[in-house]
C-alpha cells in the first residue's frame, strides 16, 4: 500500500499548455517535499512546504500545500521542454520522508 | 563542492556475491539516507542515519546493513545478494529539521543475476 498516491501517472502535453500535478493521503504530514529526477539522475528538491494552506512559487511553478495537510499540488504554467521530467512528492508523518510514486511529465515542442 | 557522490556508478553482481555502495557527503549535512528506486514503486528507504554514530531501520532493510563511518560517509552493504535486489540505490544527506535541504547522490545501478 502507498501512502502517497500520485496522479496523473502520466502526461503528455504540448509547450505552453498549463498542468496540475496531485499529491494525495489518509495521513497527516508535518512537512511535504516536491522533486524532479531526470533519467539516469538523482531526484533534485524543489520545494519543502510546512503549514496548511501554505502556496510556494517558484517561477513557473507553483505549490500548495492542503489545509489538512495531507495532501498537495504541483501547477506549472505554460510548460516548457525543460520541465519535462518524472515529478515526485515526498511526505513525513513523522520524522521520515515517504515517496510517491511519481507522475512522468512530457512537454512537447 | 561535489554534494553527494557514489560509487559505483554501475555494479552487476551473481546471486550470493557481497557488496558495498559508497557514499560520502561535503556539506556538513548530519543525516544521511539510503534509499532504491524500482519501476512503479517510488523511492523506498532502506536505512537511514540522523547523525553520526546512529542508524536505524527504514521501509525495506531486509538483506542489507550500513555504516555511518563518519560525518561524511554512510555506506550500504548487501552481504548475499538476491535476484529481488535489482534496483537503483540513492543516497542523500539533508539538514536537520523539516525544511532542511536535501541533496540526492546520481545512484547506483545494480543488477543481481
Known amino acids: 500500500t502507498q501512502l502517497l498516491e500520485q496522479s496523473p501517472q502520466f502526461l503528455s502535453i504540448q509547450e505552453g499548455e498549463n498542468l496540475t500535478v496531485y499529491c494525495n493521503s489518509s495521513?497527516?504530514?508535518?512537512?511535504l517535499q516536491w522533486y524532479r529526477q531526470e533519467p539516469g539522475e538523482g531526484p533534485v528538491l524543489l520545494v519543502t512546504?510546512?503549514?496548511?494552506?501554505e502556496v510556494k512559487k517558484l517561477k513557473r511553478l507553483t505549490f500548495q500545500f492542503g489545509d489538512a495537510r495531507k495532501d498537495s499540488s504541483l501547477h506549472i504554467t505554460a510548460a516548457q521542454p525543460g520541465d519535462t521530467g518524472l515529478y515526485l512528492c515526498?511526505?513525513?508523518?513523522?520524522?521520515?520522508?515517504?515517496f510517491g510514486t511519481g507522475t512522468s511529465l512530457t512537454v512537447i515542442p | 563542492n561535489a554534494g553527494v557522490t557514489q560509487t559505483p556508478k554501475f555494479q552487476v553482481l551473481k546471486t550470493g556475491q557481497s557488496m558495498t555502495l559508497q557514499c560520502a557527503q561535503d556539506?556538513?549535512?548530519?543525516?544521511m539516507y539510503w534509499y532504491r528506486q524500482d519501476p512503479g514503486m517510488g523511492l523506498r528507504l532502506i536505512y537511514y542515519?540522523?547523525?553520526?554514530?546512529?542508524?536505524d531501520k527504514g521501509e525495506v532493510p531486509n538483506g542489507y546493513n550500513v555504516s555511518r563511518l563518519n560525518k561524511r560517509e554512510f555506506s550500504l552493504r548487501l552481504e548475499s545478494a538476491a535476484p529481488s535486489q535489482t534496483s537503483v540505490y540513492f543516497c542523500?544527506?539533508?539538514?536537520?529539521?523539516?525544511?532542511?535541504?536535501?541533496?540526492f547522490g546520481p545512484g547506483t545501478r545494480l543488477t543481481v543475476l
Open positions: 542523500a544527506s539533508s539538514e536537520v529539521g523539516p525544511s532542511g535541504r536535501w541533496v
Open positions: 495521513s497527516v504530514f508535518s512537512s
Open positions: 512546504v510546512v503549514t496548511g494552506g
Open positions: 515526498a511526505g513525513a508523518p513523522g520524522n521520515q520522508f515517504y
Open positions: 556539506m556538513n549535512h548530519n543525516s
Open positions: 542515519s540522523a547523525s553520526e554514530g546512529t542508524t
